[in-house]
């Protein structure tokens, strides 16, 4: 069974940098998936932040792009976010998901639980 | 606002059909599949219907999916408590914004 677990800091300081990590269990992060970070607002709908490929490739929401970096560690089996310059309205719940590739569709498959991160002094 | 249109809410009693509208355009839904994920209160999205009307293994065939132009739709029969949720579509903006977009959510209420 695919299992993804969020881990980092739950508490950043306004201007500070974010800092997630994603860890995969129960398949390979160098398979033909794409690797990707969802975010969701308290009380608000999912935001697509961005997504890696084990290839290094990535593509980024462009609201948040010159802020993002997502990247990989084959070796850890396991990708990480960055985001800069954090405010108040980077407060969410950042998920971490799997987009599988069957027969040229594309969805998220497998989610991990989420884990809450507060932008506050 | 989000770049796919979805109600804010929908209603139904045990046992009837509901159904979930989701608008876009030519450069996602026109070009892309339509996924659509159910978020029950505090837990991550499951997903419940990939390339437009295909379920995973596991989702009850009371839930289905259609997609016409650049619309698409989320039926769900005999509805039950335990589908109280947030609907969510999702398809791949193929556009100048390209990556992922979503719909605003739909909170279903089971009356």
């Known amino acids: 069974q695919v299992q993804l677990q969020e881990s980092g800091p739950g508490l950043v300081k306004p201007s500070g940098t974010l800092s997630l990590t994603c860890a995969v269990s129960?398949?390979?992060?160098?398979?033909?998936?794409?690797w990707n970070w969802v975010r969701q607002a308290p009380g608000k709908g999912l935001e697509w932040i961005g997504e890696?490929?084990?290839?290094?490739?990535?593509t980024y929401n462009p609201s948040l792009k010159s802020r993002v970096t997502i990247s990989v560690d084959r070796s850890k089996n396991q990708f990480s976010l960055k985001l800069t310059s954090g405010t108040a309205a980077d407060t969410a719940v950042y998920y971490c998901a799997r987009v599988a590739q069957l027969l040229g569709e594309y969805y998220f498959d497998y989610w991990g639980q989420g884990t809450l991160v507060t932008v506050s002094s | 606002q989000s770049v796919l249109t979805q109600p804010p809410s929908a209603s139904g009693a045990p046992g009837q059909r509901v159904s979930i509208s989701c608008s876009g355009r030519?450069?996602?839904?026109?070009?892309?599949?339509v996924n659509w994920y159910q978020q029950l209160p505090g837990t991550a999205p499951k997903l419940l219907i990939y390339s437009n009307n295909q379920r995973p293994s596991g989702v009850p065939d009371r839930f289905s999916g259609s997609k016409s132009g650049t619309s698409a739709s989320l039926a769900i029969s005999g509805l039950q408590s335990e589908d109280e949720a947030d609907y969510y579509c999702?398809?791949?903006?193929?556009?100048?914004?390209?990556?992922?977009?979503f719909g605003g959510g739909t909170k279903l209420t089971v009356l």
């Open positions: 129960g398949a390979s992060i160098s398979s033909n998936n794409w």
């Open positions: 030519s450069s996602n839904i026109g070009t892309n599949s």
């Open positions: 999702a398809a791949w903006e193929s556009d100048s914004l390209i990556g992922w977009v």
């Open positions: 890696i490929h084990h290839s290094g490739t990535t």
